[in-house]
């Protein structure tokens, strides 16, 4: 018995924002089957769940191009930024949306809503304008405030070239936000800000480190999601310039804001609630009101997404397991008491899907997933009874990103055929401190592969791997050509809409990235030589192995052009590949039958490569003579 790839499309990604509106929760969830779009969904006082974005509406928009907070609950109304034209639009469920910002092409993200006796309930947001792929970027961004009942929206925040995070202070009088300019990036360093609600010069509150959340306390503080310590751990900044860390761990309370608008902490009813741990298990927990222990609630959901919720009694948040998949749960914050709120979904039987079990090789953090026992034991399928199994390396993205251990039944897919997996956080991944991450600087293409080798190695010379391939999406579609051309220890690669050639990307992809490799791998020009000794494309003629390249069309922070030179230089230094690109994805899969077709060809593939045959998913020819 194995996993079907639509198994893995109907349950792929989880909701990434909550919200309690009076005594209903909202969320909203991914929808595979309606072309990938976001639906906005309320649980009612009865218990049942109902849509309340409209059919054919997408809560999505992107800004940064990775999007932020898409949409807000007020009063029973729905706010929504709408993908197709970056609008901000209202609706009450069941009715139709109505705008409530022009055509202009203007994108909005991280929205928060604002109640204002004198001028009216208005939504406070980041508002994103300008050409985003010309040659020469014309992109602006400031913190707008747009009314409910349909008047001009008024632009109150222009300091900083990114923007994130707008607060009102409980009294009205003031804003708080979070800023940054290029080269940095949110995680390297952002300097939090408070201005006057009217308008008029900022100040500057906490700066050389990297906040990535804060919200108001009282008129005269703020708690703060920040790292100078090397942590990202929670601190009460006062307006007067004092600083006081709430909890002193070696442990994060924060994480890469790559979608702006995250909640990694809520405040209720005087209490914190908040998010913590590393990459292998993220708790949740109490601070108590005089700041000195946190109380566990977390329960047997061992890893918490960056999106909280809180009222006076309890807190609502989406968590994971390995043997569950992420839901939306709701926890009393004195008694602990835990209730499930997304309808359940339909698993597996336990014995398909795998337990991770975390690792460390030479520092290395690593979980791996064996595979299924029976599955080697079936006729045809990789791997004998006591012999080694091929394994399969996952790379996550970013890089600055990491990999929880939880339920993934992409992994199961490939496990229940007799496929191990092994996940890693290579140095620069989140979630081990600021040190941990800062081993990527400058050596983005060295650090990360040589991880990976590490992993690989190990694999191989304790017995567990008879052959080693490695696959990653985005920046662990890099890594895993890196490797391929800098390494001879995998026997092939698949790069799901990955970078090949550091330099033609830098000049090519979206406003947030585009100054990112300046910390990854250096400045151009000054350090060109480096982006060339490390780019797969000029090194395709050492290639370990055939590569598999995908890639959607839509595209706009990986030109699809990157997967098509990679696929030329193998074809000229006698490689093999595969190159397939889906037209109406942008960056990422979210569509199901694209999530089916790229997780059947990637079967075949490790078939072509491992050896086995694969006779439930459509044949795979590579091209090239190798």
């Known amino acids: 018995m194995t996993i079907k790839a639509v198994d893995v499309a109907r349950m792929d990604d989880h909701?990434?924002?909550?919200?309690?509106?009076?005594?209903?929760?909202?969320?909203?969830?991914?929808?595979?089957?309606?072309?990938?779009?976001?639906?906005?969904?309320?649980?009612?006082?009865?218990?049942?769940?109902?849509?309340?974005?409209?059919?054919?509406?997408?809560?999505?928009?992107r800004v940064m191009e990775y999007g932020g907070?898409?949409?807000?609950?007020?009063?029973?109304?729905?706010?929504?930024?709408?993908?197709?034209?970056?609008r901000l639009y209202v609706c009450s469920p069941g009715g139709d949306p109505v705008p409530l910002t022009p055509p202009d092409a203007a994108r909005y993200a991280d929205l928060v809503v604002h109640e204002d006796v004198v001028r009216g309930d208005e939504v406070w947001c980041v508002r994103e304008t300008g050409e985003h792929h010309a040659i020469e970027r014309t992109i602006k961004r400031d913190i707008v405030t747009v009314p409910l009942d349909g008047s001009p929206l008024r632009s109150i925040i222009k300091s900083h070239h990114f923007l994130m995070n707008p607060r009102i202070s409980?009294?009205?009088?003031?804003?708080?936000?979070?800023?940054?300019?290029?080269?940095?990036?949110?995680?390297?360093?952002?300097?939090?800000?408070?201005?006057?609600?009217?308008?008029?010069?900022?100040?500057?509150?906490?700066?050389?480190?990297a906040t990535v959340q804060a919200e108001w306390r009282d008129p005269g503080s703020l708690y703060a999601v920040t790292d100078p310590t090397g942590w990202w751990n929670i601190h009460l900044i006062g307006l007067d310039g004092t600083t006081r860390n709430l909890t002193p761990l070696a442990l994060e309370f924060g994480d890469a804001p790559w979608k702006i608008g995250g909640s990694f902490f809520a405040v209720a009813d005087g209490r914190i609630v908040a998010t913590y741990g590393t990459a292998d298990e993220r708790r949740l927990g109490v601070l108590d009101r005089t700041g000195t222990s946190i109380r566990d609630i977390a329960g047997d959901h061992t890893f918490w997404a960056p999106t909280l919720a809180a009222?006076?009694?309890?807190?609502?948040?989406?968590?994971?397991?390995?043997?569950?998949?992420y839901e939306v749960v709701r926890v009393g914050i004195e008694d602990g008491v835990r209730g499930v709120l997304s309808a359940p979904r339909t698993l597996p039987p336990a014995g398909l899907l795998p337990v991770p079990e975390p690792v460390t090789v030479d520092g290395v953090h690593a979980h791996l997933y064996p595979p299924l026992t029976e599955a080697a034991e079936e006729p045809g399928k990789p791997g004998k009874p006591?012999?080694?199994?091929?394994?399969?390396?996952?790379?996550?993205?970013?890089?600055?990103?990491?990999?929880?251990?939880?339920?993934?039944?992409?992994?199961?897919?490939?496990?229940?055929?007799?496929?191990?997996?092994?996940?890693?956080?290579?140095?620069?991944?989140?979630?081990?401190?600021?040190?941990?991450?800062?081993?990527?600087?400058?050596?983005?293409?060295?650090?990360?592969?040589?991880?990976?080798?590490?992993?690989?190695?190990?694999?191989?010379?304790?017995?567990?791997?008879?052959?080693?391939?490695?696959?990653?999406?985005?920046?662990?579609?890099?890594?895993?050509?890196?490797?391929l051309t800098h390494s001879d220890v995998f026997c092939g690669a698949v790069s799901n809409y990955g970078i090949s050639d550091p330099e033609s990307w830098s000049a090519e992809t979206h406003d947030f990235e585009s100054r990112y490799l300046d910390g990854l791998i250096g400045p151009l020009p000054e350090t060109r030589q480096r982006y060339l000794d490390r780019s797969p494309i000029r090194h395709a003629a050492a290639a370990s192995g055939p590569a598999l390249l995908m890639h959607g069309l839509e595209d706009a922070v990986v030109d699809p052009s990157q997967s098509e030179r990679f696929a030329a230089a193998l074809a000229e230094h006698g490689g093999r590949w595969a190159c397939l690109t889906f037209p109406g994805e942008q960056h990422g899969w979210r569509r199901e039958e694209t999530i089916v077709a790229t997780l059947e060809t990637e079967l075949a593939f490790y078939g072509l490569i491992f050896g086995f045959p694969t006779p439930e998913v459509p044949p795979l020819i590579l091209e090239g003579s190798r």
Not at 170 to 185: K, L, T, V
Request: net charge positive; charged share 25%; hydrophobic share 35%.
């Open 170 to 209: 409980p009294d009205g009088r003031q804003i708080a936000y979070i800023g940054w300019n290029h080269p940095d990036m949110p995680w390297d360093a952002t300097e939090l800000c408070v201005a006057p609600i009217d308008g008029g010069p900022h100040r500057v509150i906490a700066a050389g480190a």
């Open 386 to 483: 006591g012999r080694p199994a091929p394994y399969v390396l996952f790379v996550h993205g970013g890089p600055t990103g990491s990999v929880a251990p939880v339920l993934d039944l992409e992994v199961a897919y490939f496990t229940s055929r007799g496929i191990g997996v092994a996940k890693v956080n290579y140095g620069g991944s989140t979630g081990y401190g600021r040190a941990y991450r800062e081993r990527l600087r400058h050596n983005w293409g060295v650090v990360d592969v040589r991880d990976c080798e590490a992993v690989a190695r190990r694999l191989l010379s304790t017995g567990r791997a008879e052959k080693v391939a490695i696959r990653g999406g985005s920046a662990g579609g890099w890594t895993s050509l890196a490797a």
């Open 311 to 325: 009222d006076g009694t309890s807190v609502v948040g989406v968590a994971a397991s390995p043997r569950r998949p």
């Open 69 to 86: 907070r898409s949409w807000r609950a007020h009063r029973g109304r729905l706010i929504f930024t709408e993908w197709s034209d970056g």
């Open 15 to 61: 909701p990434l924002w909550v919200e309690i509106s009076g005594n209903e929760v909202w969320w909203d969830e991914p929808r595979p089957h309606e072309g990938g779009r976001r639906c906005v969904v309320r649980r009612t006082v009865e218990g049942t769940i109902e849509d309340v974005l409209p059919g054919g509406w997408n809560a999505r928009n």
